[in-house]
């Protein structure tokens, strides 16, 4: 595959990380560091009058997979009956999960005092605009960067926001073309598979429908016809973690873990791990349905581990960590792990040394970024109009990269003394999992 020439003067790399890295800290590290939850109840002047006068009756639905997994509803009273059932992004609770804790899924809204759920967008007449990405229901980055987009979208008045997440190429490509014929004023999609996705992605600007990309897919952005790219720089991330495989003394085999197929940002990682890496690196293809099957993830990596005699393991998805850390106490030795990605409790993984590090995977700012550059589309005549002329006259894309922050042991003994207090305060207040380190 052909390496994105990374000293491009067309590549933006964010220089006020160090302001992201403040903020977290000072916030207790709840966007870069947990899983936080958004239950964010937005309500109007006029619909917080509405829950005043009357009151809505909720209840949950729960129900048991065939796979061992439990998945979990919501249903709001309608007059005499009960209403269809809302699902929310996150709702699966996973196979083997550890008995007492309590999980929580991401938020669904509803409206007090008046039957049905609230509306999930303007009227009809309102502009569309649409998130597709390659994210799974149970994949943690992709249920963080939803709740964090839709948290963001109200936040910037952004009313008819669509997101949606299609794990097949050909899915995504599918849902990419409805909301272009629905009218879609502005798209933003992931491009895991350019092949699978190219086509598409053209027809969308040929429209005149402005086109951003984000994620994954970097390197082949210009050959979708995207205004600008957003996402991680994917091999910087992939370089900072050999460079900590290597600083901790490791000269053996380290294995990259791919938890996808086809996902071109995922060997971007593997690319910058073999290129700081000395030792030798062998990238692992897991068994399809990893992210929520623990048990399957753990078989699968303690195996590898086994085969190759691996003196280390780069995860790519947080989601592995657990099922991971069970194969590394199973098969007992000194295999170190490394992550790229979040997880609710990395940072005090670290502090505990069951991670050697965590490289965040710039969920929050991805999530930002693509809401503020769909905001900045106007619907009107006029302003589509100035991004036709933008595109016609801009040489390429545009990329905005995401500089990789790494935890550390060198970055928790810069934190302030309160942090884990603080960490374990937010992870309280989200009302999700709390590690031992909290109690």
Request: proline share 4%.
């Amino acid at each position: 595959m052909q390496r994105f020439q990374r000293d491009s003067g067309t590549i933006s790399r964010s220089a006020s990380w160090s302001g992201w890295r403040n903020r977290a800290v000072l916030l207790g590290m709840a966007a870069a560091l947990i899983s936080v939850v958004l239950h964010a109840y937005v309500l109007t002047e006029a619909e917080a009058e509405d829950a005043a006068s009357g009151s809505a009756d909720i209840r949950v639905s729960v129900r048991a997979l065939e796979d061992e997994r439990v998945e979990v509803a919501l249903q709001q009273a309608d007059g005499g009956t009960w209403g269809e059932r809302q699902l929310p992004t996150r709702r699966f609770l996973p196979a083997g999960a550890p008995h007492g804790e309590w999980r929580s899924s991401s938020a669904v809204t509803v409206r007090a005092g008046a039957a049905g759920p609230m509306p999930a967008s303007m009227p009809e007449d309102a502009p569309l605009y649409c998130v597709v990405h390659h994210g799974a229901d149970d994949d943690q980055f992709w249920v963080q960067f939803d709740d964090l987009a839709r948290f963001n979208a109200r936040q910037q008045g952004l009313t008819n926001l669509q997101i949606i997440g299609k794990p097949d190429v050909a899915e995504q490509a599918a849902a990419i073309r409805d909301c272009a014929e629905r009218g879609a004023v502005a798209i933003a999609s992931s491009i895991p598979d350019i092949d699978g996705l190219r086509e598409t992605l053209l027809g969308v600007k040929q429209r005149g429908i402005v086109l951003y990309t984000f994620n994954s897919g970097v390197e082949v952005a210009d050959q979708a016809g995207s205004l600008n790219h957003y996402g991680l720089d994917d091999v910087a991330a992939g370089e900072a973690a050999g460079s900590e495989f290597e600083q901790a003394g490791l000269t053996g085999t380290v294995l990259c873990l791919l938890h996808e197929r086809a996902n071109v940002g995922l060997a971007d990682r593997c690319d910058g791990l073999e290129d700081a890496y000395g030792g030798d690196v062998e990238r692992v293809q897991l068994p399809a349905g990893s992210l929520a099957d623990p048990a399957t993830a753990g078989r699968a990596i303690g195996a590898a581990i086994a085969q190759h005699d691996a003196a280390g393991v780069l995860l790519l998805n947080g989601a592995l960590v657990n099922g991971a850390m069970g194969a590394v106490q199973f098969l007992g030795g000194d295999v170190k792990l490394g992550l790229i990605g979040t997880n609710p409790g990395s940072l005090l993984m670290v502090e505990a040394g069951r991670l050697l590090f965590a490289v965040n995977d710039g969920v929050a700012a991805q999530a930002n970024l693509v809401v503020l550059a769909l905001q900045s589309v106007d619907a009107s005549a006029g302003a589509r109009a100035t991004f036709s002329i933008l595109r016609a006259r801009q040489p390429g894309v545009s990329r905005i990269l995401i500089r990789p922050l790494t935890f550390n042991q060198a970055f928790i003994d810069s934190l302030p003394e309160d942090w884990l207090q603080s960490t374990c305060d937010a992870l309280e207040r989200a009302g999700g999992w709390k590690p031992p380190a909290c109690d």
